[in-house]
């Protein structure tokens, strides 16, 4: 993608925000009051993926505003327990919604990183600079999680689910396409994924950048750009769409903004000031090779 247009930096440290939205507590605290968290996957699987983005919680200053944006862009349905909202895409829960409770605080998209073992990836982040903002804790339903920041901002929230990971399988329009971090040091954070989840790196250029791209035998599975100076480090989901431009076009007719984009993919903002983009690449495993984000 073309990254000459920077996107906007947001004030304060973001992942300490996410900590302080996503659990309720101040990121000193270890012990977060959590929603209930449903599981990953709606049907047990008994298998771990490490590596494979499984879930991605919005938090969010306006739940509702965030379902009308999110259900008119690409059809997807909600369901509301207490104060989280699970999101489905097709009929198959892939994502939360959870109220910001500080009006303050900034709004965005958290990814759910599976991991083989929570504790030792967050200790192994903590040792290379990064912060665990809270956990590791238990979560009913959902699994072992933790909750880390990298380069001051950029948070995941790290788990092992308790019922297994989702299926690898063709990305659905509206669903789940890749995640991307924007990173100051694209190979120190590649190698420090590369611990925590067994990835296998791939270095490759874009548009003359550099860019990393991490996955495993079956798929690539997540990016990693080097961050302009003016522009936060931070953790960018991706939503598969059947066409880019009309996408484009309804997300800013919703209220979006339109940040940057290339012939496959574009970077916007929400209603809400929640950055995410949309693409139209393929994953499947045997043209895995062939395509790039």
Same mark, same amino acid.
């Given at each position: 993608?073309?990254?000459?247009?920077?996107?906007?930096?947001?004030?304060?440290?973001?992942?300490?925000?996410?900590?302080?939205?996503?659990?309720?507590?101040?990121?000193?605290?270890?012990?977060?009051?959590?929603?209930?968290?449903?599981?990953?996957?709606?049907?047990?699987?008994?298998?771990?993926?490490?590596?494979?983005?499984?879930?991605?919680?919005?938090?969010?200053?306006?739940?509702?505003?965030?379902?009308?944006?999110?259900?008119?862009?690409?059809?997807?349905?909600?369901?509301?327990?207490?104060?989280?909202?699970?999101?489905?895409?097709?009929?198959?829960?892939?994502?939360?919604?959870?109220?910001?409770?500080?009006?303050?605080?900034?709004?965005?998209?958290?990814?759910?990183?599976?991991?083989?073992?929570?504790?030792?990836?967050?200790?192994?982040?903590?040792?290379?600079?990064?912060?665990?903002?809270?956990?590791?804790?238990?979560?009913?339903?959902?699994?072992?999680?933790?909750?880390?920041?990298?380069?001051?901002?950029?948070?995941?929230?790290?788990?092992?689910?308790?019922?297994?990971?989702?299926?690898?399988?063709?990305?659905?329009?509206?669903?789940?396409?890749?995640?991307?971090?924007? @990173?100051?040091? $694209?190979? &120190? =954070?590649? %190698? !420090?994924?590369?611990?925590?989840?067994?990835?296998?790196?791939? *270095?490759?250029? +874009?548009?003359?950048?550099?860019?990393?791209?991490?996955?495993?035998?079956?798929?690539?599975?997540?990016?990693?750009?080097?961050?302009?100076?003016?522009?936060?480090?931070?953790?960018?989901?991706?939503?598969?769409?059947?066409?880019? @431009?009309?996408? $484009?076009? &309804? =997300?800013? %007719? !919703?209220?979006?903004?339109?940040?940057?984009?290339?012939?496959? *993919?574009?970077? +916007?903002?929400?209603?809400?000031?929640?950055?995410?983009?949309?693409?139209?690449?393929?994953?499947?495993?045997?043209?895995?090779?062939?395509?790039?984000?």
């Amino acid at each position: 993608m073309d990254r000459s247009l920077a996107r906007p930096n947001r004030p304060g440290r973001l992942a300490c925000a996410a900590a302080a939205l996503l659990f309720g507590v101040a990121c000193a605290a270890k012990q977060p009051d959590l929603p209930r968290l449903p599981p990953v996957s709606p049907d047990p699987t008994a298998e771990i993926r490490p590596g494979k983005f499984v879930w991605g919680d919005l938090v969010t200053q306006d739940v509702e505003a965030s379902k009308a944006f999110y259900g008119a862009l690409f059809g997807w349905t909600f369901s509301d327990a207490g104060r989280y909202t699970t999101v489905f895409n097709r009929g198959v829960p892939i994502a939360g919604m959870v109220k910001a409770r500080d009006p303050n605080r900034g709004t965005e998209w958290i990814g759910n990183l599976s991991v083989a073992d929570v504790d030792r990836a967050a200790a192994t982040i903590a040792q290379h600079g990064g912060q665990i903002e809270s956990g590791p804790i238990d979560a009913p339903d959902r699994g072992r999680i933790a909750l880390v920041s990298y380069e001051g901002n950029a948070a995941v929230l790290l788990v092992r689910a308790s019922g297994g990971d989702p299926p690898d399988a063709h990305p659905a329009i509206g669903g789940w396409l890749w995640w991307e971090l924007w @990173a100051r040091d $694209v190979d &120190r =954070a590649a %190698a !420090l994924l590369v611990e925590i989840a067994g990835y296998r790196p791939e *270095a490759v250029e +874009l548009r003359g950048a550099p860019y990393r791209v991490l996955g495993d035998a079956k798929m690539r599975r997540m990016g990693i750009v080097q961050a302009p100076p003016e522009v936060r480090p931070t953790w960018l989901p991706y939503f598969r769409v059947a066409d880019k @431009a009309a996408s $484009v076009e &309804r =997300a800013v %007719a !919703l209220g979006a903004r339109l940040v940057e984009q290339s012939e496959r *993919a574009a970077i +916007l903002v929400d209603p809400n000031r929640a950055e995410f983009a949309v693409g139209t690449w393929a994953l499947e495993t045997d043209r895995i090779r062939k395509e790039a984000p």
